[in-house]
């Protein structure tokens, strides 16, 4: 292509013959794909992948401009080119500057409790000085979408759950999903839910794994034996192995909360507490005196 560039159908992987149903389709995947915080460990590529992505989508998702692209090509913006020319379409005022752009991921939080139209999402990421189209951001501006806040149980957030609410007096069903954390925001088509998961009295979570704590008799950690211990879901029949010390762990694979943003669930972590008993009977007291003769 002329200057260089690489074809707008291309960077979309859609052909010219695309509806623009396609083409915001096409659009919605390689932008999610290719969000700078995705690409950590190499973003200065992504950045500039991602912006190939949101200037071809600029051009294709307007027939006036994909028009003059599919007979001018990439001329077709440069100064003198054929229907937009005096300033490239990205170019700040009639100047031959570079399409500015930001992204942000909400003052350095990760994004990824967010879902619904990845579409509306990304279009929030972007802003720019006033162009040769009359000015604001090349996509339309993000609606100041009205927030609202509900608390769930653990066990809700365990599930999903669906609920019914009253959103500006009209009464609403909403789904929340299986593994929703504290935290998380969801975003439905005219407002955003924050969600807030009450704490278990008996479970800890960190993203889909889950911590507890079962206290051990001194004999069953020195003798060792099966134990029932409860999970998120039910109770589980565990195997002690004799001398297992206070502060072990266990892993229950698989036991932990479903991902949300993923396949499968997390592990369940126990914690293993040996009790020392504040007060001995007799018999006990003697007991423990012949295991300190043996050396115990």
Known sequence: MANGKTDYYDILGVNKSASPGDVKKAYRKQALEWHPDKHRENKEAAEKRFKEINEAYQILSDANKRQAYDTHGHAAFSPGGGGFGGGG?????????????????????????????????????????????????????????????????FSEAISGIEKEVSIEGKKRNIKIPAGVDDGSRIQFDDFVLSINVRPSKDFERDGADVFSTIILPYSLAALGGNIEAKTIDDEVKIKIRSGTQSGSMLRLKGRGFPRLHGRGRGDHYLKLLVEVPQRLSRSQKNLVKELQEEGL
Not at 95 to 101: H, S
Not at 105 to 125: A, L, R
Request: proline share 9%.
């Open 89 to 153: 379409p990205f170019s700040s005022g009639g100047g031959t500057g570079p399409f500015t752009w930001t992204y942000t991921s909400g003052g350095g939080q990760n994004t990824n409790y967010d879902f619904g139209d990845p579409f509306d999402i990304f279009e929030q990421f972007f802003s720019r000085e006033a162009g040769p189209w009359g000015g604001g951001s090349p996509f339309r501006r993000a609606r100041q979408m009205p927030r609202y806040g509900i608390s769930i149980d």
